[in-house]
């Protein structure tokens, strides 16, 4: 399977989900994610964890019940102020800490317009981390190399099993 495969399956599995599962499916990856920015928080001093955890137990909390869009857009405010400029913090972990908090805000946007190409954009988001990772790790990889990495295999399998 290669990466359009891959998208153009989830794509398909995502648009016959009940919202409360596509919600579910989003939450999965933004949890993954939230330690890379943890760790950026850590190692820099800058940020905010709690802002990133508090939108998430909001996005936990609305899937039994209706939507507070003006809570949402304060969610969404906080979290942009945290979201770190990838200029200003040129290390790997400022690229990770950036993707946690766009899945995060990838998802409350879902809440407010329930459109599936937030998802996906969740979805690239964790791809697109393990490929900086990857790239990290070992810098001869080739692209295609890493689209065919375990790593990057295993994440494509996962979220096609979660998401059926």
Wanted: with cysteine; hydrophobic share 35%.
């Amino acid at each position: 399977m290669d990466s359009t495969q891959f998208y153009e399956r989830l794509s398909q599995q995502l648009t016959v989900l009940p919202q409360v599962r596509l919600i579910a499916f989003g939450l999965d990856i933004c949890e993954r994610l939230l330690p890379d920015y943890i760790e950026f928080n850590q190692e820099f001093n800058w940020g905010n964890p709690e802002i990133l955890k508090e939108s998430i137990q909001y996005i936990k909390n609305s899937t039994s019940g209706s939507i507070d869009q003006e809570k949402v857009n304060q969610l969404l405010s906080n979290l942009e102020e945290v979201l770190p400029d990838t200029e200003e913090f040129t290390d790997p972990l400022g690229s990770y800490a950036l993707n946690a908090g766009c899945a995060i805000f990838e998802l409350l946007e879902y809440l407010i317009d329930p459109e599936t190409d937030h998802l996906m954009n969740i979805s690239s988001v964790i791809t697109d981390t393990i490929d900086f990772k990857l790239s990290e790790l070992a810098s001869d990889l080739s692209e295609e190399e890493i689209l065919k990495h375990p790593e990057m295999i295993k994440e494509w399998n996962y979220q096609l099993e979660i998401s059926k």
